[in-house]
């Protein structure tokens, strides 16, 4: 199993930034999203994120609610979740779970946290749960021995960086503008700033996410950032592919041109 | 003293009677339930509301204000109406109810949107976004945002667009950008993760003048407090007109805003009972249904803990009602906590029994009333025929029926 730990190190010798591919569980389906993500570690994703899909995404764009609501229509459960992280744990990428709080609270936050690291899983991203609602997530994870990601945004006060730095594990993810996911035609100015104030409050690494898209923005991004977090342009190119296989080359392609980005 | 010597609204009327333990502790927290599960992006939004709430509510000139417009605008105090012939359906037990639906606009929705309308004002903000189910929360912020000069943008579900016609009229006609939101079950949730998703775009220059008593913290307490006025005239305006406090006070839920408006200054009183009245759609059995409280689990939604209907994975799950503003699978978190502690008691009335209530009141007494009060007034002849000839139900009339008028004609073949 690679772990955070072991993908920034490595990023760190190399002098570039890690990349962080974002795909939903179930997505396009549920073998598809296991060899689409495997694609993309092959062609240089350092780290996997599986999205757990939700039925309320209030934190998605419309990208990545289209993907989550037809992977849900293909009955997704939090099974297949860890069966993916599963299956993209053996391409050798550190593989999380980016989730909604209340699928892991209803599953049982122990249990979420243990069937996780079962599967090969080294952590979760949660992008609604606040330090103040964090205790029993912390501490079940901690027992489970997977790391905790929470994320900061160009809004947050110092104070609030902090908190959240405080209960990061593995990195801390910075928002790059305040909005939802989605692709977009320029990464927020306002993140070389985040980064950099998030910086003074931990010694992990900072990872940039939310509109990166394209091989020149990861460059961008890779010159402050120890990782570039790209998740709605992978989706977009699955969801226009005319059939699976294209699917599968145009996100190796993608992934490729990032990969090719935080190495500039 | 005539009412337009007397405030009708003091600081105390805002802040709540302290008893029970009603108010949520720093965190946002009714015992277990409320707090704060949204993105890091909205923290300092929803501080910063918190913090300027605080404030207003013990500011003169803001109290002033809002007086001034709650009774020069909006048309406070609304009267109670005593309806002897309908309550003749309900064992001959006594039925008073507090006329919300004559207010402007139409509904208890005005109440809150006022306030939050001039704490927009103070927030600096120019920009008000809302979801809408019925659409009368839409129309009231509209209307404030008229009057205050603030831009508007409605979040509605397209079903509900459609089944509330009338109302996406009126907000275009007031100035308001209305956006018909076509995910999910295409009501009000699915209105509500789009308002959301604005609000973390656009926090800079814009309020979320949230509708109801559900959300993150701190909605769930400001909203009680502006719609806390209901309760606080009809107290009072029950112990002048009966002598004496209600044994039941009655009101429908959906988010929860016109019942915990009219529960709220009664939770002291111990011997009047709180009754919520969810909508039971099509039936419990029917799976098709808003009882969130009645059958719902905890978790989740919207930012807050509270009940939800949701599958064993926490996936929510579809609520179904005929009245637009009921048709919501979450509910406030002090409701949720109301009902863990046993002060209310939530119940459900069906599609049907509404309706026939909806055309009963109009039929004995000449009021047409929401289809989200009549889940009320149909709860309360029910609980008139429990408690016998010798009670007195108080029912929060939150709205009127002018909305309603397009199902009404489906549904009696009018
Ligand atoms: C007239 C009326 N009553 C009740 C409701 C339900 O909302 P709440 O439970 O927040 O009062 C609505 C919502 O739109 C409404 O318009």
Known sequence: ????????????????????????????????????????VEAGCDVIEIGLPYSDPLMDGPTIQDAVHRSLTNGTRIADVMRTVEGVAKSGAATLVMTYWNPIDQYGAGRFARDLANAGGVGTITPDLTPEESGTWLQESKDAGIDTVFLVAPSSTEDRIGKVAKICTGFVYAASLMGVTGARESVGSAAE??????RRHTSLPVCVGLGVGTGKQAAEVAAYADGVIVGSAFIRRLLDAPDEASGLASVRELAAELAAGVRR | MSPTEAPILTAADLAGNGVYGDDPDGHGKFGVFGGRFVPEALIPALDQVAVEYEKAKNDEEFLREFDHLLRTYAGRPTTLTEVPRFAAHAGGARIVLKREDLTHTGAHKINNVLGQALLTRRLGKTRVIAETGAGQHGVATATAAALLGLECVIYMGAVDCERQALNVARMKLLGATVVPVTNGSQTLKDAINEAFRDWVTNV????????????PHPFPEIVRDFARIIGVEARRQMIELTGRLPDAVAAAVGGGSNAIGIFHAFIGDEEVRLHGYEAAGRGLESGEHALTLTAGTIGVLHGSRTYVLQDDEGQTIESHSISAGLDYPGVGPEHAWLKDSGRATYHGVTDDEAMEAFALLARTEGIIPAIESSHALAGALKLGRELGPEATILVNL?????????TAMKYFNL
């Open chain 2, 204 to 215: 800079d220059r814009t309020h979320y003048l949230f509708g109801t008593v559900a959300g």
């Open chain 2, 398 to 406: 939150s709205g009127r029926g002018d909305k309603d008028m397009g």
């Open chain 1, 193 to 198: 700033g985040l980064v950099g104030r998030t």
């Open chain 1, 1 to 40: 199993m690679t772990t955070l730990q072991t993908v920034f190190s490595k990023a760190r010798a190399e002098n570039r930034a890690a990349l962080v591919g974002y795909l939903p569980a179930g997505f396009p389906t549920k073998e598809g999203a296991v060899a689409a993500a495997t694609a993309m």
